[in-house]
């Protein structure tokens, strides 16, 4: 079965940083796009950042600069480091992919707060 398993979520004051990991089983990583989405209180889930299986990345606007995702193949790991922390980061984050379904994890929460 097809797992991602997020971790690295927390609490940390504005301007401060976290990195975020999904841990993949049951699926070929190396050949797969994945994606960083979050959801936060009261609003749509929203796409943060993709990287391809050659490491092409993109990012939402609103990150650009101040968050990285990447990734380690050998370790079947998605990274997600993100620096500059606003409030409005704040949100429920997500690793996902397409693995014949859309696979998502369970989330790990961010929170961004003084």
């Known amino acids: 079965q097809v797992q991602l398993v997020e971790s690295g979520g927390g609490l940390v004051q504005p301007g401060g940083s976290l990195r975020l990991s999904c841990k993949a089983s049951?699926?070929?990583?190396?050949?797969?796009?994945m994606d960083w989405y979050r959801q936060a209180p009261g609003n749509q889930r929203e796409l943060v950042a993709t990287?391809?299986?050659?490491?092409?990345?993109n990012y939402t606007d609103s990150v650009k600069g101040r968050f990285t995702i990447s990734r380690d193949n050998a370790r079947r790991t998605l990274y997600l480091q993100m620096n500059s922390l606003k409030s409005e980061d704040t949100a429920v984050y997500y690793c996902?992919?397409?693995?014949?379904?859309?696979?998502w994890g369970q989330g790990t929460q961010v929170t961004v707060s003084s």
């Open positions: 990287i391809t299986s050659s490491g092409t990345t």
């Open positions: 049951g699926m070929n990583f190396k050949i797969a796009s």
């Open positions: 996902h992919t397409y693995w014949h379904l859309d696979r």
